[in-house]
């Protein structure tokens, strides 16, 4: 599928130019919101993580709630892989190495925000470089030049100013990096763990107290059907995952509720 192209502005000649403003860059993700039915799933959903932000701020709720958000992403992300290890378990550092990979991601992640920021391609492979630490699999090396192109791509949208909503945003990077399959490993759990990064970094959930893994979790046969649409490139498949999105994203504001 691939983030979906926009109109690149006509060059004017050089003489004609004189007395108009250079020309604005495109912007590769603006009519994500022009989809239908995505802006007002978006609304509602941002309406959902807003409510339980609200609350967390009047609550003065510390930094134990992210701790925990993240711990409970955690496990559903490793479950949307296949693991079944209870939350309780993995707190008694018992998992697998799916589970494990899920739970080293979540205590690294919000670190490589800066990185994120800077160069989400050097981001994704540290994110790997962590995922696949002690497995036996390159970490954080890319074994798909399709895949690096991809994801290179992806960077360069990101990297361009946006009136996307930030929520339609952290859909298509997640998208983006699953279909890419750039690493050899763990591109699921690194795809969520990017969705938590760019959350933050858009403003939407500054704090990463959602869970939206659990959200993907609450909608899991919808969301592995959504990702392989577009993955296959097949017709609305982006509408339908960014719809997915929406849903996912305010059950995860549901699952946080408890956090606050």
């Known amino acids: 599928m691939g983030i979906p192209a926009t109109r690149t502005p006509v060059a004017r000649p050089a003489a004609a130019t004189r007395g108009y403003a250079a020309p604005v860059a495109a912007d590769p993700l603006l009519h994500l919101a022009e989809l239908d039915g995505v802006p007002s799933g ?25 701790a925990e958000s993240l711990l409970r992403g955690a496990q559903a992300s490793a479950a949307l892989e296949g693991s079944d290890y209870e939350l309780e378990r993995l707190r008694d550092g018992v998992a697998d190495p799916t589970s494990a990979a899920a739970v080293r991601l979540s205590t690294h992640v919000l670190g490589l925000l800066p990185v994120w920021q800077r160069s989400p391609v050097q981001a994704l492979a540290r994110l790997h470089t962590v995922a696949a630490a002690g497995s036996g699999t390159a970490p954080g090396r890319p074994v798909s030049p399709a895949g690096v192109a991809r994801l290179r791509s992806l960077a360069g949208s990101l990297s361009t100013p946006t009136q996307a909503p930030g929520m339609a945003v952290a859909a298509i990077v997640h998208a983006e990096i699953i279909a890419a399959a750039a690493f050899e490993s763990y591109n699921g759990l690194i795809a969520r763990a990017a969705e938590r990064l760019t959350l933050v970094t858009t403003g939407v959930d500054p704090a990463s107290v959602i869970i939206p893994e659990a959200g993907h979790l609450a909608h899991g046969r919808q969301y592995q059907v959504c990702l392989r649409s577009y993955r296959d490139s097949e017709s609305s498949a982006l509408q339908r995952w960014l719809l997915h999105a929406a849903a996912a994203y305010s059950a995860g504001a549901e699952a946080a509720a408890d956090l606050i």
């Open 42 to 66: 978006m609304a509602a959903a941002r309406d959902a993580v807003d409510s339980l932000l609200r609350d967390r701020g009047l609550r003065r709720s510390g930094p134990g709630a992210t």
